[in-house]
């Protein structure tokens, strides 16, 4: 009996122990690690997600470098393409260019050649119909002789200052009183020829001479004069012509410009 009773109580004894009958310490520890593993339940999820995002991150940026370099090629090509065919417009457009600039040449050339035909049919023109008038030829050079015999029959020549007062007077002998007064002398001897002329008539002189008058004539305040810039060469009577501008006039007579 007394058995019995003493294993009821180590049965009572041992069901109150920790092993069967657990404290509130080990029950506090089992929740803590409860909590715990939720916890790391739960942060494995956003791990796991973060995770998930770089990886797709990654292919992202590996992908977006491939996509700039794709769109930069293809701008590439198309402003490629884009100056090739400006390249091509402008090629062509100078071309038209030039023959534009060689036609203008070709034109400006012809005008140039019309206008001066032109110019020398009213010169001709005028001068079939202008009237001519009996000069004063002044010298009896070579030049005023070549004067005198292709000029008209009623020109007089006169030698010296002395004979050109005489010619020029109110009733002298024969000489013209109006008509251009050619000075075929040497330019030394202008000044006395110019002063001895009267005022009246000094707007017909004529310079025959050299064209390096300009100082002379703005003295004597003849400037609107006619200066006759005629280049040639008179042969000597008895000789054969000698004429340095072949070129123009083959026979070597004349060369006039």
Same mark, same amino acid.
């Given at each position: ?173 024969? %000489? #013209? ?5 050619? &000075?075929?002398?040497?330019?030394? *001897? @202008?000044?006395?020829? !110019? ?18 008058? %300009? #100082? ?5 305040? &003849?400037?609107?004069?006619?200066? *006759? @810039?005629?280049?040639? !060469? ?24």
């Amino acid at each position: 009996m007394l058995m019995i009773r003493l294993a009821a109580v180590v049965l009572l004894l041992a069901a109150c122990t920790d092993a069967f009958l657990p404290t509130p310490s080990s029950v506090l520890l089992r929740s803590s690690l409860s909590r715990n593993f939720v916890k790391s339940q739960r942060a494995v999820a956003p791990q796991a997600f973060t995770s998930l995002r770089c990886v797709g991150s990654e292919t992202s940026a590996k992908k977006e470098p491939s996509m700039m370099i794709s769109k930069l090629e293809s701008s590439l090509e198309e402003l490629k393409s884009l100056y090739s065919s400006i390249s091509s417009d402008i090629d062509m457009k100078e071309s038209e260019l030039k023959q534009l600039r060689e036609s203008k040449a070709v034109l400006e050339e012809k005008i140039d050649k019309v206008s001066n035909a032109l110019e020398l049919a009213r010169n001709e023109e005028s001068i079939k119909d202008m009237e001519l008038s009996p000069a004063v030829i002044v010298g009896d050079g070579r030049v005023g002789h070549m004067m005198k015999n292709s000029g008209d029959p009623g020109d007089a020549m006169v030698r010296s200052t002395s004979e050109l007062r005489f010619q020029l007077k109110e009733a002298p002998g024969g %000489g #013209p009183k109006s008509g251009p007064i050619y &000075l075929c002398v040497p330019n030394h *001897a @202008l000044k006395e020829l !110019v002063e001895a002329c009267p005022a009246d008539r000094r707007q017909d002189l004529v310079f025959m001479g050299s064209g390096n008058l %300009g #100082p002379f004539l703005e003295q004597y305040e &003849l400037q609107g004069n006619t200066q *006759a @810039l005629i280049y040639f !060469v008179i042969d000597k009577l008895g000789h054969d012509p000698v004429d340095g501008k072949t070129s123009l006039d083959p026979a070597g007579l004349t060369a006039v410009t």
